[in-house]
Every structure is written in C-alpha cells, then in structure tokens.
C-alpha cells in the first residue's frame, strides 16, 4: 500500500520525495523504536541525515544550502514524518527559525550565522513560547532593551526545540510598550546559546516526539551586539506571521506522515487478525473505518499540498496555511484513533507502532500555533 503516492507531489520536488524515503527506510524507520524508548537525542541519525544532504537544504544555495523550495521540503516531510515523528523533528529543527534571517537578514548575518548552519556545521532553534503562554505572539513577556551598541534581553522561552543543543536560537522579544501597537512591540535576534546569561535545560520527558528534545531558557542581561537584530525594530510579530504560513504547510506534512502511518499499521493488522472465524477486515464496519481513514487523508493531503501551492505564490497564504495546519494534523489524529481501535488490546503494547504514532499525534495540533488560533486564523483572513 503506498499511501504518499508521488502523482500529487510537483515533478520538482519528486526527486527529493525518493531521496527522502531512501533514507526514511534507511536510518528513520529501523531506529524509531529505541529511539522512542531512549529518549535520547539521535545526533548519530541528524549526522547521517546531513551528510545525504537533507538537513538544512532550505537554506539558498549562495549561502551554502540546496535552495530547497517548499514543496521540496513537503515531501521529504511526509516521508520523514511517516517514519518517524520525534527523528523527524529533530532532523527539521536543524534549521528551525534559520529561514527567517534568509528572508530578512543582512548579507553578513547570513555569512556568520546562515552559512554554518546550511553547511551543517551549526544547528538553531527558534526561542518564541514562554512559560506563561505560546499562543498569544502579542502577548509575550521577554525584553531585549537597547543599550548602546547592545541589546540585553531578559525573560523565560519554554519548550524550544534544540534550546540546549543548538549553537545559537532566533529569540523573539519585546522592544516596545505601546499599548496601541500590539503588534509593533516585538523584534528578532539572533542569540549565541554560549551568551553570558543565556542557559537552558532539557523540559521533563514526553509523552511523544520522544527523540526530538526541548528546552526551557532562562536570560538574565543576555547582552547581544545589536546588529543581531533581524530585520528593523518592532517588525518581529510580522516577520514570524510570514514564517510561521511557511511552517504551518510543512506542519500539515508531520500531520500527512503519521496518519499515513496509521493507516498502513491499521490495514496491515486486519488483513492479519482473524475473529469470528474470519480475518477482521471481512467486517463491513471495519472496511468502513479503513474507507473513512483513507477519505479523510486523502482529503488532507489535497488541501495540504494546493495550500503549498498557494503560500509559495503568497496567494492568501495565511488562510491556506492554516487550513493545512488544521485539517492535517487532525486527520493524523482520525486516523490514530481508529488505527488503535483496530488492533484491539494490542493497540495499548508499547512496543507496538500504533501506540507510538497514537502518542505522536498529540503534538503537532498544538505546536506552531495551536488548531483553536489556526482557526481563528481561517475565519479571520478568509479571502473576501
Ligand atoms: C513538542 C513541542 C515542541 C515545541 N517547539 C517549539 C519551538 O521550537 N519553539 C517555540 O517557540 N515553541 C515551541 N512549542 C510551543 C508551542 O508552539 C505552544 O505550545 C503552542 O503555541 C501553544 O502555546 P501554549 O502551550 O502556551 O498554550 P496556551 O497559549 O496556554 O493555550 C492553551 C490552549 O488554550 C486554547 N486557546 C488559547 N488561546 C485561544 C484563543 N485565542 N482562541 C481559542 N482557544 C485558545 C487552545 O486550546 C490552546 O491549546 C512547542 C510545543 C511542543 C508541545
């Protein structure tokens, strides 16, 4: 059954689909359960992953990277995430937030800290949530005030993936205080992680994504040049809104790849099992729940990939992105659901992949911006 069927994928990124999945089977797909299990951070597999060219490769090729575009970067998404979610995720983290200085960076940020990161000698993060709060990016509490040549940032960032690992973070934070400009309050950094007063610790284990890891970082008078400033002051909140359209595609991807993974575990398993005398997929109900499953995924992955489409034109790229966001990664969840009703008691065995991929795709409805404010987003900026 091959479910990432390459026809929706544009002949452009096709390539890269095949690249992707050689090294899914290869690296991903046998090291996910003891990954899983560990916990540990699969440096050996982000290596392995670098060296096929497949980490940080969005990054344009006049500063070191294979100017991937985003549909290339959607299909080797899908792969990777149909694979594994957590190894998924720490391989696209590599480069998390990088994108941004890309886009709006001078051209000597992008020599310093772009060109190692495409060239896989640095890896990045990208420092947005607090403790207090990620959904609300007009609502965040870290400061970076200026002082002289400086800036000095203080302030909390939670959950930031490759906080701890990651040589330096695009670190989100206030540099204003007008009331009436909500949105004009925030800028963008490029932070060292070897900053005095930058230190972060892994969070508490989770329940899934299990080989990807995040950080909580505390600044206390983390003291940056101020011509790590991405882009003019108070411009941050909008440059994160563009980046973040361009996430919410690649998003919908984690969510494509693991309810493509569900339903391969749930057909393979009622082809398998047999009750009443008779395998269960003989059931008309259990055919029924196989038919929603591939409805709906087949549903998401169209929407996903005509959003790609359309953000990568800047054709109302907010609304489609989100519409992507939401509707993937709940299918993900659909079809988990389903896929662990399936197995029966078996569904709940650790070891087993549907109770990994059942855990999994709690998280990507959350992160970058939960569905509820994905759906605000859809209302609010439904083209008129
Ligand atoms: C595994 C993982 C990795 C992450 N990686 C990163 C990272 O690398 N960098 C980073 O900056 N952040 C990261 N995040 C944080 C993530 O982006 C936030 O968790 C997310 O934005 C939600 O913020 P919150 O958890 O603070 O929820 P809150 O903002 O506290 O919201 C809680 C819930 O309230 C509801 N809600 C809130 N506001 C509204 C509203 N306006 N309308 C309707 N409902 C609403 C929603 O149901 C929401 O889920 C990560 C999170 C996880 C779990």
């Known amino acids: 059954m091959e479910l990432l069927d390459e026809t929706i994928v544009p002949e452009s990124a096709r390539g890269l689909k095949a690249e992707a999945r050689a090294f899914a089977d290869e690296w991903?797909?046998?090291?996910?359960?003891?990954?899983?299990?560990?916990?540990?951070?699969?440096?050996?597999?982000?290596?392995?992953?670098?060296?096929?060219?497949?980490?940080a490769q969005d990054v344009s090729e006049a500063y070191g990277g294979r100017g991937l575009s985003l549909s290339q970067l959607l299909a080797i998404t899908e792969e990777f995430y149909r694979a594994d979610a957590g190894i998924a995720l720490t391989l696209q983290l590599a480069s998390f937030g990088a994108e941004i200085l890309q886009e709006h960076g001078t051209d000597e940020q992008r020599e310093?800290?772009?060109?190692?990161?495409?060239?896989?000698?640095?890896?990045?993060?990208?420092?947005?949530?607090?403790?207090?709060?990620?959904?609300?990016?007009?609502?965040?509490?870290?400061?970076?005030?200026?002082?002289?040549?400086?800036?000095?940032?203080?302030?909390?960032?939670?959950?930031?993936?490759?906080?701890?690992?990651?040589?330096?973070?695009?670190?989100?934070?206030?540099t204003g205080d007008d009331p009436n400009n909500r949105y004009g309050n925030y800028s963008l950094f490029v932070v060292p992680t070897d900053?005095?007063?930058?230190?972060?610790?892994?969070?508490?284990?989770?329940?899934?994504?299990?080989?990807?890891?995040?950080?909580?970082?505390?600044?206390?008078?983390?003291?940056?040049?101020?011509s790590n400033r991405i882009g003019p002051e108070g411009a941050g909140f909008y440059m994160l809104a563009e980046f973040f359209n361009y996430g919410r595609v690649i998003v919908g991807g984690h969510g494509l790849?693991?309810?493509?993974?569900?339903?391969?575990?749930?057909?393979?398993?009622?082809?398998?099992?047999?009750?009443?005398?008779?395998?269960?997929?003989?059931?008309?109900a259990v055919q029924h729940d196989l038919a929603d499953m591939r409805t709906e995924f087949e549903a998401a992955r169209a929407l996903n990939w005509r959003a790609a489409d359309r953000v990568e034109n800047n054709d109302d790229a907010g609304f489609w992105a989100a519409m992507a966001k939401v509707k993937s990664t709940e299918t993900a969840t659909f079809c988990a659901e389903r896929a662990m009703q399936l197995h029966g008691g078996q569904s709940v065995l650790a070891e087993n992949r549907i109770s990994r991929i059942y855990r999994d795709v709690r998280i990507p409805v959350i992160y970058e911006g939960a569905n509820d404010i994905q759906r605000n987003l859809i209302y609010g900026q439904t083209p008129k």
Not at 33 to 51: F, Q, T
Not at 197 to 223: D, T
Request: charged letters at 30%.
């Open 195 to 226: 900053t005095d007063g930058y230190e972060a610790e892994h969070i508490p284990e989770k329940m899934g994504f299990r080989a990807s890891k995040q950080a909580r970082i505390a600044l206390e008078g983390a003291r940056i040049p101020a």
């Open 28 to 55: 991903i797909a046998p090291n996910a359960a003891e990954y899983y299990e560990s916990g540990e951070y699969p440096w050996e597999i982000l290596e392995a992953g670098m060296d096929a060219g497949l980490v």
């Open 257 to 284: 790849g693991l309810a493509a993974a569900a339903i391969e575990e749930a057909h393979e398993f009622v082809h398998d099992r047999e009750a009443f005398g008779r395998t269960v997929n003989e059931f008309q």
């Open 112 to 174: 310093t800290y772009l060109r190692p990161v495409a060239e896989n000698e640095q890896i990045t993060g990208l420092a947005v949530s607090e403790p207090d709060g990620g959904s609300d990016l007009a609502g965040m509490e870290a400061t970076a005030e200026r002082d002289g040549d400086d800036y000095v940032i203080d302030g909390e960032k939670f959950w930031i993936g490759n906080g701890v690992e990651a040589d330096w973070v695009t670190l989100y934070a206030k």
